[in-house]
């Protein structure tokens, strides 16, 4: 295990040869069915085709009169061999689109999911260019490789194995000069494969970086417009390219390199095989079948060879991925066993709260404690940076306090809460949320089963029945990001399908900075009539005080 972890270099990497492995083998159970599959047709393209050597020996034997029997019924084995080979031919291309994407695709949910129920811990460890790249890339590597490299890895060896043992049976002397040349072709794949390792991990890295900064341009296109820094950013985006192009130069000329030694020793072997069996067919000790054979099988041989010194930067490849993969998927998870919803009205009581960033220094929220009682309206006041946002992130659990306690509770009940009380929250945060598709599909995300009557419900009370007066009405489209409406709109839009997932406890980050404060009124007015919400509210508008219940002021 030192020896091949030392062969691949791999002491940089977090993760040992044997990790990696690990977490390989159970991406390859993963995709059974279509790793069984590429090893099934491979294994019998194996068989085929070296039954075709045979067919094609023996029809020539039998046109130079070496060997009795029909022609025509040894070109029709032959044929029949070919059809074998073009159906096996076209097996595999169904294998690996049909089920390489459904692999794929199944890969990328898990990976997902993981993502998203992982810890947030108030800033994204990846940009999110870089984890869409390692998603797609990535994902596709390691696929490919546990289904198709690895057993086709299983017919290149069975390849090998065959030709050689039939060779071996024909001219011992040749089989073993053809493979003699082997060890060598081991050892120079070992300082390739160190090299190579290198090499694809910067190249990857570079990748990545250039997706983030593309991705990062198009979401803020209309930013970059107007503060008209378009040449700046196709000039980041060239130094950026030019990074990965000198990465992707690199590597292709080591490849190149690499490859032309590889063919020059393949030739090279061709060449004395081809000279050793036309001296033994001038002596007449090889037949001209047999001379056609033995260099059929020559080629089956030093193919397969050179196909498994492929598998050396397919190592390389996936073992880049894994990595980037397994880092993904070691993000902390959060534990969450299914949601407990509470009876309403419920209330959010603080102790003692401290809470400080990982990479801050001092606490942001300091020994708070407060009482956001059922059934009540809070505004929560303070200076831009006090730790508004900070305290909301709290009460959702996405981050924990350092010190003191969270308490969510109701007339009966009462405990800390967690992920999984998010249940029992709505939270509408700043800026626009709604998301590509019709006013109704951004209604629909917090209740799939709502009815065209809840949903002009829940506009109306977040004073949001300009919708009915739109010539589409809930069918109005809306672009990324609430694209097509106002701000103002866009925000009461937000509101009412916070609405309508109607939840005990009302969490608005700033949700109606966008509003006038007459609408801002009747919209907080509208909620709390009933008195069975708990709605928290911070805002920089001290007029919003007069129709709260109470306030709290962070500093
Ligand atoms: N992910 C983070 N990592 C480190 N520090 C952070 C992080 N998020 C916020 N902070 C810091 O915590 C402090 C409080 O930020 P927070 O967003 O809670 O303020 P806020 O009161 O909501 O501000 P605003 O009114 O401007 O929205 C700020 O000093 C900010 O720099």
């Known amino acids: ?63 130079a009169g070496a060997q009795q029997g029909s022609l025509y ?8 061999f070919t059809a074998c080979e073009f159906g096996l031919g076209i097996a595999r291309v169904w294998i690996k689109n049909i089920l390489g994407i459904k692999a794929q695709n199944h890969m990328q ?27 797609e890339q990535d994902v596709a590597t390691v696929v490919t490789f546990v289904t198709e490299t690895l057993p086709g890895a299983l017919s290149v060896a069975a390849m090998f194995t065959g030709a050689f043992a039939y060779l071996l049976r024909m001219d011992a002397v040749l089989a073993i000069i053809t493979v003699a040349m082997l060890p060598v072709f081991m050892l120079a794949s070992r300082i390739y494969i160190t090299r190579m390792r290198k090499l694809t991990r910067r190249v990857r890295r570079s990748d990545s970086r250039v997706q983030s900064l593309l991705q990062e341009t198009v979401q803020n296109r209309m930013l970059i417009k107007t503060l008209e820094c378009d040449s700046h950013i196709v000039s980041r985006l060239d130094s950026t390219q030019s990074v990965l192009r000198r990465h992707v130069r690199r590597r292709t000329a080591f490849s190149v390199m690499s490859n032309l030694l590889l063919n020059s020793g393949f030739s090279l ?26 260099l059929q099988l020559v080629y089956r041989i030093q193919s397969p060879a050179r196909d498994l010194t492929r ?25 969450h066993s299914g949601g407990k919803p ?12 401290n809470y400080a960033y990982d990479d801050g220094k001092d606490n942001v929220i300091d020994g708070l404690s407060f009482d956001f009682r059922p059934g009540t309206c809070t505004a929560i ?23 003191g ?22 939270y509408v945060p700043q800026g626009n949320t709604l998301l590509s598709g019709t006013v109704r599909t951004n209604l629909r995300l917090a209740a799939p089963a709502a009815s065209e009557q809840d949903m002009l419900e829940a506009l109306h009370t977040a004073c949001a029945d300009f919708v009915e007066e739109l010539p589409d009405g809930l069918d109005t489209k809306v672009a990324e990001g609430g694209g097509g409406l106002s701000e103002g709109q866009a925000q009461r839009i937000a509101i009412a399908r916070a609405l309508l997932r109607g939840r005990s406890v009302m969490l608005f980050d700033e949700a109606t900075s966008a509003l006038d404060p007459a609408t801002e009124k009747q919209l907080l007015e509208n909620i709390l009539c009933n008195r069975d919400k708990t709605v928290i509210f911070i805002t920089h508008r001290p007029a919003v005080m007069d129709y709260c219940d109470q306030t709290l002021r962070l500093t």
């Open 73 to 80: 019924w040894a070109v029709g084995l032959m044929a029949l």
């Open 381 to 403: 006041l303070g200076e831009t940076g006090a730790g508004k946002t900070t305290l909301i992130r709290l009460i959702l659990a996405l981050i924990r306090p350092t010190a």
């Open 269 to 294: 072997g061709y060449l004395v095989a081809f000279l050793w069996s036309a001296l033994r067919l001038q002596q007449g000790t090889l037949t001209f079948g047999g001379m056609t054979a033995f």
């Open 405 to 426: 306690s969270i308490a969510i509770y109701n007339a009966d009940e009462s405990r800390e809460v967690s992920p999984a009380d998010r249940c029992n929250f709505v």
């Open 342 to 353: 509470m009876g309403a009205p419920c209330g959010v009581r603080l102790e003692g709260v």
């Open 109 to 135: 949910q898990q990976m997902l999911d993981r993502l998203l129920r992982s810890e947030w811990r108030g800033r994204e460890r990846y940009h999110s260019g870089d984890v869409i790249n390692r998603l």
């Open 311 to 335: 598998l050396a930067p397919a190592f390389v490849a996936v073992f880049t991925a894994a990595e980037r993969l397994m880092e993904l998927e070691e993000m902390p998870q959060e534990e």
């Open 1 to 63: 295990m030192k020896k091949i972890k030392e062969i691949l270099r791999l002491q940089k990497s977090p993760y040992s040869v044997g990790q990696l492995s690990g977490w390989l083998w159970r991406a390859l159970r993963g995709n059974r069915l279509q790793a069984a599959l590429n090893a099934a047709v491979g294994l019998a393209s194996v068989a085929v085709s070296l039954a075709a050597v045979w067919a094609v020996q023996r029809a020539i034997d039998i046109a």
